[in-house]
């Protein structure tokens, strides 16, 4: 299977230079990675140009040369292919090179701003409480059935795709389920993949350093709906004004789920409290363990899939009860009196869902103290907004430092405070050690208060000019505040 006219089927060619009966080892776009014989595609990236790396490619053994741009004087004995598009013709050769296992699996993408990896660690431990082998793409963790494979960006890169999926269909796997990014979508990370499905969550203000404008990333999200094939299925969220612009150029049967909107799957929250929610779903009422009106939308969306891969409402409803939901999001931690809520939300449409269903489940005169920071080397307008909100809707607010990556902790927490009138200084304070944040928030509550940790999540480090250091903030919680209450 792996001789080169065999894995490029279905790629745009330019021209071919050489043997094209070749059989070849790999399928490579990073040129630190080629073995002997082979086949490098040369894809233009953001940082870095894969075209300026074909002689290390060579030098290294690879025997084909897939580019957009041919060099100038082609080496003797090598195969060189030009293709209109390498990005999209990289997964495409990686599927054929795979073996094509996305046509062996139902594939269901997920895409939105917030709610993916909610939504995918939901179905996913769904189907694998319904007797499902199943496969798991996320932001938190790569997993086959319940073997995980630690994951590096939210979409992975279109070889290392196509090789989880292949080793997914091996392990028996009927099922995986996705998240799609924004920026897999418009780097191609996802051509080559038959997907069974698309979900749309919503869709807000972020990755606005990357697209440029609201309205490049709003097409980048919606070019996984326009390429869906007719015998796919597109499931949107209908309380989202956006999510009819998704599907306008879909080929696939739409189908909607709302609690606001009327829609195909339809609910309705009954009770919303610090222990969970009650949610009518079709006209049935369901108890579930997670909490706040965000999570009841994820739900609706899960159960919604569900049934359109040809599962049996009753049955859904019944498993999706039980299911507490992902690591880092609305993470609950409750000791001393105290309760600390850790959530991944790092834009401000996330942080104002959360602290929005934090404030509709407070009961009394119980303080919200809100501790948060905002990444470096990212979009830096969402910096003062995602400030005010925090002042705005929580007791106090204490500003600190997230994943400065590159940036001076400082500037960030000035671009933060920029988004603040005079009298906002009065309800807020600047820590930058993240750990002390987090202290100062416990030692400033007390029995029946509520502090929100937002921002990092299921993140287990925190970056700091180029290097990972050990910091999770489920666990910095758990600790303090067992010796501040001597629990």
Avoid at 109 to 136: D, E
Wanted: net charge negative; glycine share 8%; hydrophobic share 40%.
């Amino acid at each position: 299977m792996n001789v080169l006219k065999d894995i490029l089927y279905k790629v745009s060619l330019t021209a071919t230079y050489g043997d094209m009966e070749r059989r070849v080892s790999d399928v490579v776009f990073d040129s630190r990675k080629v073995i002997e014989n082979a086949a490098y595609i040369a894809v233009k990236g953001t940082q870095v140009d894969g075209h300026d790396f074909i002689p290390l490619a060579l030098e290294k053994g690879a025997t084909a040369i897939i580019c957009e741009q041919l060099p100038v004087s082609l080496a003797e004995g090598i195969t060189y292919i030009q293709v209109v598009d390498s990005a999209k013709a990289l997964g495409i050769i990686a599927a054929n090179f795979y073996g094509n296992p996305s046509e062996k699996i139902k594939v269901v993408a997920v895409t939105g701003t917030n709610g993916k990896t909610t939504t995918v660690t939901l179905l996913h431990q769904l189907f694998v409480r319904m007797g499902y082998s199943t496969g798991l793409l996320s932001t938190v963790e790569n997993k086959i059935n319940e073997e995980v494979i630690p994951s590096t960006h939210t979409t992975p890169d279109a070889v290392s795709a196509q090789a989880l999926l292949r080793k997914m269909v091996d392990a028996g796997c009927t099922h995986c389920f996705m998240e799609a990014s924004s920026h897999a979508i418009v780097q191609e990370r996802i051509a080559g993949l038959k997907l069974t499905g698309a979900v749309f969550t919503n869709i807000t203000h972020d990755h606005l350093d990357y697209h440029g404008t609201f309205e490049e990333y709003i097409k980048a999200k919606k070019k996984l709906f326009d390429e869906l094939p007719k015998d796919a299925f597109a499931l949107v969220n209908g309380d989202d004004k956006r999510g009819s612009v998704m599907v306008q150029n879909c080929k696939g049967t739409l189908q909607t789920f709302g609690i606001k909107s009327s829609a195909d799957f339809k609910g309705k929250i009954l009770s919303n409290t610090i222990e969970g929610l009650e949610v009518e779903v079709n006209g049935k009422q369901i108890w579930f363990r997670m909490i706040g009106a965000f999570n009841a939308s994820n739900l609706l969306g899960v159960f919604g899939t569900a049934v359109l891969l040809g599962e049996d409402e009753e049955e859904v409803l019944r498993e999706l009860s039980a299911i507490k939901g992902a690591k880092g999001r609305f993470d609950r931690i409750y000791i001393g009196g105290i309760t600390a809520i850790v959530d991944y939300a790092h834009t401000p449409d996330a942080l104002d869902n959360v602290l929005k269903t934090i404030n509709a489940i407070r009961t009394g005169n119980e303080q919200l103290i809100t501790v948060v920071g905002c990444g470096g080397n990212r979009d830096k307008t969402k910096r003062p907004t995602m400030a005010k909100i925090a002042v705005s809707e929580s007791t106090k607010a204490i500003f600190t430092s997230d994943n400065p990556r590159f940036e001076d902790p400082t500037e960030i927490l000035k671009d933060m405070q920029a988004g603040l009138g005079p009298t906002d200084f009065r309800k807020t304070l600047t820590i930058e050690d993240r750990r002390e944040a987090i202290k100062t928030a416990l030692l400033l509550s007390k029995k029946g208060d509520i502090v929100l940790i937002a921002g990092k999540g299921h993140e287990d480090y925190q970056e700091i000019k180029g290097v990972k250091h050990h910091f999770d903030d489920a666990e910095v919680v758990t600790e303090l505040l067992t010796q501040l209450t001597g629990t």
